[in-house]
């Protein structure tokens, strides 16, 4: 499953656009309001995130630059997804895609840490998902998501 999806909310209020700093000021609103992560209805909904943990390092997890990586949070979604979320200030590029694949080939350290992470009655296979957070996407990278 692939989609490129805004979120916004406003209750009929004035809204101007804030700008987070820092990603980690972007990292801490999101674990306060995890439920902004939900991405659709049904197993992606926001009253089924859970976060599991922040800035989660992987040995070697930067594969393609041959160094270790920090996930920015490590989430679960309805117990049987597990996701990594990654987080970028700026506008995504495919190199933060990178980084996220990355990432999501070491699910071996994240089961290695995490054993019980999901919950083995609704499925003994994880269900990995990874999740890019920007304020905006590059025209080619949303195509190259699009295009799976």
Known sequence: MTKILRHFTANDE???PFNF??????????????????LDNDAFASDSVEIIEEELTLKQGRSSKDTDGRIDILA???????????????????????QLEDYLRQKHQI??????????????????????????????LASKISNG
Do not use: C, F
């Open 111 to 140: 089961l290695e840490q995490y054993p019980d992470i999901i919950n083995q009655e609704a499925s003994s296979i994880p269900k990995w998902i990874g999740v890019l957070v920007g304020s905006s996407i590059s025209p080619d």
């Open 76 to 98: 679960t979604y309805s117990g049987e997804y597990i996701a990594v979320i990654e987080l970028k200030l700026g506008q995504l590029e495919s190199i933060h895609l990178e």
């Open 14 to 16: 004035q809204l101007e």
């Open 21 to 38: 700093k820092r990603e980690l000021s972007m990292e801490s609103y999101l674990v306060e309001n995890e439920g902004v992560l939900g």
